[in-house]
């Protein structure tokens, strides 16, 4: 799945590059679209009394995306487990790799217990793309 961002003033740092804590709040935007695309959105979830949480983030900075850049997020689950999924996401500029990003999450109830996933969201996973 893409969506796209368009680099705003308030992202920036005092080097006039996007702040390195923005990214983060860019992927998971991406990823919260791309449950809804699935028929998973957080709502939907919530109802259920189900969550989706991270347990482990890692990021790779390539290079500097700065003012009125439009970044292109692609997201993309690599990975089902049967409490967990793997995703992984870019950031990218004109086709140039700006950021990469590998998330693993877990579905846990209200309570933050785990607990397996939803049923048909395999199914919806394959869709995805």
């Known amino acids: 799945?893409?969506?796209?961002?368009?680099?705003?003033?308030?992202?920036?740092?005092p080097y006039n590059h996007v702040n390195h804590a923005r990214y983060f709040t860019y992927f998971e935007s991406a990823r919260i679209e791309a449950l809804?695309?699935?028929g998973f959105g957080m709502g939907l979830m919530l109802e259920a009394g189900i969550q989706i949480v991270l347990v482990e983030v890692r990021a790779a900075f390539?290079?500097?995306?700065?003012?009125h850049d439009r970044l292109v997020i692609t997201t993309e689950v690599v990975e089902v487990g049967r409490a967990t999924t793997t995703w992984h996401q870019e950031a990218r500029r004109d086709g140039e790799l700006v950021v990469s990003l590998d998330v693993k999450a877990a579905f846990t109830n209200l309570e933050g217990r785990p607990r397996r996933l939803p049923e048909g969201f395999a199914d919806a996973v394959s869709r995805l793309a």
């Open 1 to 13: 799945m893409q969506s796209e961002v368009i680099v705003r003033f308030g992202d920036l740092d």
């Open 62 to 67: 390539h290079v500097a995306a700065g003012l």
């Open 36 to 38: 809804e695309e699935m």
